[in-house]
């Protein structure tokens, strides 16, 4: 299922979509595409951000790409609706409640970063964000109040959505290098405590072998521009997650490079790039579209268990990378190819 969304959306999703259809010939494979709308342009067309038709095609598919939601045309506060309506609700329906997001800077692409290659050298960490719970999902609401108005929003998790999503993450480390890092805020909230109190425990009980390990949520934000390198998997709850991780693609030079896998049950993963829909740039033809291409890769590893296919469309995009080619948002101020261009060389290289 595509769902390119709005702004350069469905720009950087019909390059990803070629792609595939590339892996499709090289593999022997057959995919088969459906389109439909969500974001700002569904609210245009059906008054609703994710429209029940399109929830329920989705449903029915074995994976979903998406390319990005909102823009300034929807912005207005006063809204009955807005696009981030639809990507919060296509979250809780499929049940996607553990958010992969892997940070690994190309060796290409090291001074395309703002921080100093020796910093961010060898990093590698895989973040696992709780992705249907928390505050954006909790009670909210706004009150009169003496002073004018009050806004509230609530930050609540239960014992069993922490347990699930730490045993992906502990799962992924297990797999990988063997250490855990749970970041919380427990000296102020008390949800952190709840993280803090079920994880150690998960961990004691079921994966004794790794190495665990408890930041601050403050203190990570620090930790991940000054010593990145010693983090393997790092699992937290929703909103530090989508801060936190918008705050590592600084590692890799670019928004435009991450790619993102979001599973649980009982619905297909969803794929997308972090990035948004970037309408300053929209129909430019200048948006990177390797966020979103590398998705398409977790998106063949992940739903389709097709391994060497997703290792062979990474490999390609470091290829391209190591041939020298850029976007414009990895440039650094040199000559730089667009969507297409990117896209066809990748698929060239594949």
Same mark, same amino acid.
Request: hydrophobic share 45%; net charge negative.
């Given at each position: 299922?595509?769902?390119?969304?709005?702004?350069?959306?469905?720009?950087?999703?019909?390059?990803?979509?070629?792609?595939?259809?590339?892996?499709?010939?090289?593999?022997?494979?057959?995919?088969?595409?459906?389109? /439909?709308?969500?974001?700002?342009?569904?609210?245009?067309?059906?008054?609703?951000?994710?429209? #029940?038709?399109?929830?329920?095609?989705?449903?029915?598919?074995?994976?979903? *790409?998406?390319?990005?939601?909102?823009?300034?045309?929807?912005?207005?506060?006063?809204?009955?609706?807005?696009?981030?309506?639809?990507?919060?609700?296509?979250?809780?329906?499929?049940?996607?409640?553990?958010? *992969?997001?892997?940070?690994?800077?190309?060796?290409?692409?090291?001074?395309?970063?703002?921080?100093?290659?020796?910093?961010? #050298?060898?990093?590698?960490?895989?973040?696992?964000?709780?992705?249907?719970?928390?505050?954006?999902?909790?009670?909210?609401? @706004?009150?009169?109040?003496?002073?004018?108005?009050?806004?509230?929003?609530?930050?609540?998790?239960?014992?069993?959505?922490?347990? @699930?999503?730490?045993?992906?993450?502990?799962?992924?480390?297990?797999?990988? @290098?063997?250490?855990?890092?749970?970041?919380?805020?427990?000296?102020?909230?008390?949800?952190? /405590?709840?993280?803090?109190?079920?994880?150690?425990?998960?961990?004691?009980?079921?994966?004794?072998?790794?190495?665990?390990?408890?930041?601050?949520?403050?203190?990570?934000?620090?930790? *991940?521009?000054?010593?990145? @390198?010693?983090?393997?998997?790092?699992?937290?709850?929703?909103?530090?997650?989508?801060?936190?991780?918008?705050?590592?693609?600084?590692?890799?030079?670019?928004?435009?490079?991450?790619?993102?896998?979001?599973?649980?049950?009982?619905?297909?993963?969803?794929?997308?790039?972090?990035?948004?829909?970037?309408?300053?740039?929209?129909?430019?033809?200048?948006?990177?579209?390797?966020?979103?291409?590398?998705?398409?890769?977790?998106?063949? /590893?992940?739903?389709?268990?097709?391994?060497?296919?997703?290792?062979?469309?990474?490999?390609?995009?470091?290829?391209?990378?190591?041939?020298?080619?850029?976007?414009?948002?990895?440039?650094?101020?040199?000559?730089?190819?667009?969507?297409?261009?990117?896209?066809?060389?990748?698929?060239?290289?594949?």
């Amino acid at each position: 299922m595509l769902l390119p969304g709005d702004g350069i959306g469905p720009e950087v999703v019909q390059e990803a979509t070629k792609v595939l259809e590339a892996v499709a010939r090289k593999f022997g494979r057959r995919f088969q595409f459906e389109t /439909r709308p969500m974001g700002g342009n569904a609210i245009d067309s059906h008054g609703d951000p994710l429209p #029940e038709e399109t929830l329920a095609a989705c449903r029915q598919a074995d994976a979903v *790409l998406l390319g990005a939601v909102g823009g300034p045309k929807w912005d207005d506060p006063r809204a009955k609706t807005r696009p981030e309506a639809g990507l919060l609700k296509i979250r809780k329906e499929l049940g996607l409640f553990a958010n *992969l997001r892997p940070i690994k800077p190309f060796s290409q692409l090291l001074a395309a970063s703002p921080l100093r290659r020796e910093i961010i #050298e060898g990093t590698d960490i895989l973040f696992v964000r709780e992705l249907t719970g928390g505050i954006y999902f909790g009670e909210s609401g @706004r009150r009169p109040h003496a002073s004018g108005e009050e806004a509230y929003n609530v930050m609540s998790y239960t014992t069993g959505e922490v347990e @699930r999503v730490v045993r992906v993450a502990a799962e992924a480390a297990r797999r990988r @290098r063997g250490k855990l890092t749970m970041v919380d805020k427990a000296n102020v909230l008390d949800a952190s /405590r709840l993280w803090r109190s079920v994880t150690a425990r998960i961990m004691a009980e079921e994966f004794p072998e790794l190495t665990y390990e408890v930041v601050l949520v403050d203190a990570m934000a620090m930790h *991940l521009l000054s010593r990145p @390198r010693d983090f393997d998997v790092v699992v937290t709850e929703n909103l530090f997650g989508d801060i936190l991780t918008d705050e590592g693609s600084m590692l890799t030079g670019s928004m435009g490079l991450l790619p993102s896998a979001a599973l649980g049950t009982p619905g297909p993963g969803l794929y997308e790039p972090i990035h948004g829909s970037a309408p300053d740039i929209a129909g430019q033809g200048i948006a990177n579209p390797l966020g979103t291409i590398l998705a398409a890769a977790m998106l063949l /590893r992940y739903s389709l268990s097709m391994e060497q296919e997703a290792v062979a469309v990474e490999t390609a995009v470091s290829a391209v990378l190591t041939a020298g080619h850029r976007t414009r948002d990895i440039a650094a101020g040199q000559a730089s190819v667009g969507t297409q261009k990117m896209g066809a060389l990748v698929i060239a290289a594949l």
